[in-house]
């Protein structure tokens, strides 16, 4: 537990820590803000390991990572190979030229030995019609045209990572499994839809959401919170720990299983409309700019414009998209709602969001402990939470050890 027994000064600072990074979606670094200067990150990154003969695409490859991942660089296959012996990377980028035979026969080398073939790799070509991508297809693996553009490069990064993480749900029980998989499906799946214009069913949506109440139901949850971890996704990391958080507040607080359902819905459906937000501005390490600032604000506009789309959306899920930033003294967002114009929706909403970005891993900031979170939640005083529901929060939480442990 965090002691409250600090000096004024740090008081201060701490609070406004706090609120600068729940308005922000987390995107301030604690470390930047306490010194002024931009510090290194928190946790360590992941690491990805680019094969490429050419200086240059390598370096601009490099360049373009880093911050988001530890990267190192090789020109050949003998120098990946001695790498290899000290350091599994979470990703290889292989260049199709690398030298002495070619990329295809790095891949096949990684495939086939027992310490490199759960390796993530993306294999990178100037042609889409090579042996070389034949091979990346029969094996699964990521392909990345050069040139690329960042926003390609980091789809496949991402991607390449995810999959990875994804294919060990695999091996948990089958309601976990599917609360995870189902979830995915449902975040990669909906941006794609809306914007071809085709029909979204909530039902289907709602349905994918179900093993998730089910978990909660049966205080079964800590795999969930466990599984999810590593992810590459941030956004998806988040929606899915305040749709569990969200549920299993609403079952403390008596709610029915419709509720719940609706509960968990909202959560993994409140930060939808990040979708739209640049990948530079959703995972900037440093300082956001004013409009940059706007720019990550906007999400909850882009979340109300998307949900619109979907026929005979309850009008909880909104309320959980459209006010989880509001306030209750009205400084919050989009709207400046205040007092009794935020229903108890929107109150619980606000909660299990700030808690979720405490609690949340980011590259450029510690994942607060859930107590700490907790007692921190509680200095940003009556004007910003609702102190009733905060109060019943922190009991449920302290009470469920195996969230907790599993946060
Ligand atoms: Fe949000
Ligand atoms: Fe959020």
């Known amino acids: 537990m965090v002691s409250l027994a600090r000096s004024s000064v740090s008081h201060i600072v701490r609070v406004q820590e706090v609120c600068a990074e729940t308005q922000g979606e987390g995107v301030v670094s604690l470390a930047e803000r306490s010194d002024g200067v931009d510090a290194p990150p928190y946790i360590p990154l992941k690491t990805v390991f680019i094969v490429d003969p050419l200086t240059r695409h390598r370096g601009d490859l490099a360049e373009a990572l880093r911050g988001q991942y530890e ?45 490199t073939h759960s390796i993530p790799i993306v294999g990178m070509t100037r042609s889409g019609g090579s042996r070389f991508v034949s091979l ?72 994918s959401c179900a093993p998730i109440v089910t978990a909660v139901c049966n205080n079964q949850f800590s795999d969930l919170l466990n599984g999810v971890k590593g992810h590459d996704n941030y956004s998806y990391v988040h929606s899915v720990r305040v749709a569990i958080l969200l549920a299993h507040f609403g079952r403390e607080l ?53 949900l619109d789309c979907i026929e005979h959306l309850p009008r909880g899920v909104m309320t959980i998209a459209a006010q989880h930033h509001e306030k209750l003294d009205g400084t919050g967002y989009p709207h400046g709602l205040k007092g009794s114009e935020l229903n108890e929706l929107a109150r619980m909403a606000a909660i299990v969001d700030v808690f979720g970005a405490l609690t949340d891993q980011r590259i450029y900031k510690p994942p607060h402990a859930p107590d700490a979170a907790l007692d921190m939640m509680r200095e940003m005083g009556p004007n910003h939470l609702d102190q009733h529901l905060l109060t019943l929060f922190r009991s449920m939480l302290l009470d469920t050890a195996s969230v907790v442990q599993a946060l």
């Open 71 to 115: 990267v190192e660089e090789f020109a050949d296959a003998p120098a990946l190979k001695e790498r290899l012996r000290a350091l599994r990377p979470s990703l290889i980028l292989v260049d199709e030229a690398t030298p002495p035979d070619g990329g295809g026969a790095v891949v096949q080398r990684l495939r086939e030995s027992q310490a």
């Open 254 to 306: 008596g709610l029915p299983r419709d509720d719940l359902l609706t509960l968990g819905t909202g959560g993994v459906l409140h930060d939808l409309g990040k979708v739209a937000i640049p990948h530079y501005v959703l995972n900037k390490p440093g300082r956001l700019t004013p409009e940059e600032w706007v720019v990550m604000r906007s999400h909850v506009d882009r979340s109300i414009e998307l």
């Open 136 to 207: 990346l297809h029969e094996a699964e693996l990521g392909i990345l045209i050069k040139p690329a553009t960042l926003h390609t490069l980091y789809d496949a990064v991402t991607h390449a990572i995810c999959k990875s993480v994804e294919d060990e749900w695999q091996t948990l029980e089958e309601n976990q499994r599917l609360a995870l998989t189902q979830t995915i499906a449902v975040f990669r799946d909906l941006p794609d839809q809306i914007m071809n214009g085709e029909p979204i069913e909530y039902v289907s949506i709602r349905e």
